[in-house]
């Protein structure tokens, strides 16, 4: 019966705290996935208090969303929407801090350019710099786009990303630190992808 005693009593510590989820990668890998939704509301939920408190909900949702060209790609090609993915989330915690790497797919743009689009393509692009976003692409080349994807599916590259990381009141929280940056008009690193 003394052997049980200690195994139940190990048993029951690991279930508590095994099972307590008290980690930052699931958090974060919860805020990327908002992100790439760009459900910005839910991603806002994450935050921490601070970040919250800098920030209302509202202004939080009008300031960030999805980045412009991800947004242009989706105009584009709906069908790369399956391509946006994270994956390999990987923590570093330094008592009530962590930081999380992780990579995201995303369409590998400058591979459907080579393949597809022709000199004359590109000078017409070119031309007296009227192009400057990808949906204002001539619909003859967004055309040329559409089908490619269609043939052979959207090809993909890694990006990486990080995301700070606090601990309040014994849950990991996103860590903005909009107090310092929102004024400044810098966007926090973990809505970046590099």
Not at 5 to 33: D, H, I, R, W
Request: hydrophobic share 40%.
């Amino acid at each position: 019966m003394r052997r049980v005693v200690p195994f139940l009593t190990l048993m029951l510590l690991l279930l508590v705290y095994g099972c307590s989820g008290n980690s930052p990668a699931p958090v974060a890998e919860k805020a990327v996935n908002a992100l790439l939704d760009g459900d910005m509301e839910s991603y806002y939920e994450l935050l921490t208090q601070a970040d919250q408190a800098a920030m209302t909900k509202t202004n939080f949702v009008r300031t960030y969303h999805l980045p412009d060209d991800i947004r242009q790609i989706l105009e584009i090609l709906p069908e790369a929407k399956d391509v946006f993915k994270a994956s390999k989330f990987k923590e570093t915690v330094t008592g009530d801090n962590a930081v999380v790497t992780y990579v995201v797919n995303i369409p590998d743009a400058d591979k459907i350019g080579s393949e597809v689009l022709s000199l004359t393509d590109l000078m017409s692009i070119a031309d007296g710099g009227k192009v400057t976003r990808l949906v204002d692409l001539p619909e003859d080349v967004k055309q040329k786009i559409v089908d490619y994807v269609h043939k052979n599916g959207v090809p993909t590259k890694e990006v990486t990303g990080s995301m700070d990381l606090l601990q309040e009141e014994g849950e990991w929280r996103v860590n903005l630190n909009l107090v310092k940056n929102y004024p400044n008009g810098i966007v926090p690193k973990a809505l970046i992808l590099e």
